[in-house]
Nanobody, 117 residues
Framework: VQLVESGGGLVQPGGSLRLSCAAS????????MRWYRQAPGKERELVAV????????NYPDSVKGRFTISRDNAKNTVYLQMMSLKPEDTAVYYC???????????WGQGTQVTVSS
């Protein structure tokens, strides 16, 4: 099983980034997908959720209206489009695959996003 994130980097405040997470080794379309982030000295925070078929999404207030999660089940990939980035969005962003019915969680290695002028 692999989840490989990409697309992180350094961006100025107000800028945009799109993260990708390529999945392999499991039946991607059976899993809800999540993006989390963790800033230095802080707990890991959930920033986006998408259901297995892509019909439902959810976001915390801190990113609602700025972040959009999507998925392409044909490509086994989930995306996180981030707009109007703020310095407080700086963190390592992690991709997560979850199938709650069987208690399975898979994690990627993370990708660094730094928002700074």
């Amino acid at each position: 099983v692999q989840l490989v994130e990409s697309g992180g980097g350094l961006v100025q405040p107000g800028g945009s980034l799109r993260l990708s997470c390529a999945a392999s080794g499991f039946t991607f379309s059976w899993y809800d997908m999540r993006w989390y982030r963790q800033a230095p000295g802080k707990e890991r925070e959930l920033v986006a959720v998408i259901s297995s078929a892509g019909g439902a999404t959810n976001y915390p207030d801190s990113v609602k209206g700025r972040f959009t999660i999507s998925r392409d089940n044909a490509k086994n990939t989930v995306y996180l489009q981030m707009m109007s980035l703020k310095p407080e969005d700086t963190a390592v962003y992690y991709c997560n695959a979850r199938r709650a019915t069987i208690g399975v969680d898979y994690w990627g290695q993370g990708t660094q996003v730094t928002v700074s002028s």
